[in-house]
Structure formats: structure tokens, C-alpha cells
């Protein structure tokens, strides 16, 4: 199912490494913001940590489709950290056990 935004504007931190976006330096930000469907972005510094795995930077008339909609962000980024916490909470709760949060 795909997501749609009512507030195009790019997210405030790397979807990789979770840097603000100040404080990451240039970004990329996907070319789907504008049609709301996607608000990820991507510093300077994943490109040059990640390589080939994130491709090439886009130049700023480009279009850059994120790895997020392409299905292959790294292990670092957002939706794989949430994908392991999620699955550890429906572990915990299948199990019997308690999911109390943080705190």
C-alpha cells in the first residue's frame, strides 16, 4: 500500500543514518515528494559511506528515486531498524510476555 502525504516537504533526517539534516550536509531527496508519495532524503555522507549500493548522487535537475521505494535500503536505514523492533515486539506478545516500552 502506498502512503501519500498531505505535508510534501522532505524529512528533517537522513533515512540511512538518521542524521539531522543540518548537521548531514547536502542531501538527496527522493524525486516521489512531489507527488507526496515519498518524503525520504539521503545525505552526502551515505553516498560516499554506502557507494554503490545507495547509486549516484543525483544532480539537481534529477529525479532520484530513493533506495526505500527501490526495496533496497541498507541495514542501517529507518525502515530495517522498525522492521526489527516490530518483529521482536510481535515475538514478545505471541510469546505472553509483555511489551511495557521504554521507560
Not at 554506502?50 to 530513493?66: A, F, N
Request: hydrophobic letters at 20%.
Amino acid at each position: 500500500k502506498t502512503r501519500h502525504y498531505i505535508n510534501r516537504t522532505a524529512s528533517s533526517h537522513c533515512h540511512v543514518c538518521t542524521r539531522p539534516a543540518g548537521r548531514a550536509g547536502a542531501s538527496a531527496v527522493c524525486g516521489r515528494l512531489s507527488t507526496g508519495e515519498c518524503r525520504k532524503m539521503v545525505c552526502d555522507r551515505c553516498f560516499e559511506v554506502h557507494g554503490s549500493s545507495l547509486g549516484e548522487p543525483p544532480r539537481e535537475e534529477e529525479k532520484w528515486m530513493c533506495t526505500h521505494c527501490q526495496g533496497k535500503c541498507p541495514p542501517t536505514a529507518q525502515c530495517a531498524s522498525y522492521a526489527r523492533s516490530s518483529e521482536k515486539r510481535r515475538l514478545k506478545r505471541s510469546s505472553g510476555e509483555e511489551d511495557l516500552g521504554a521507560g
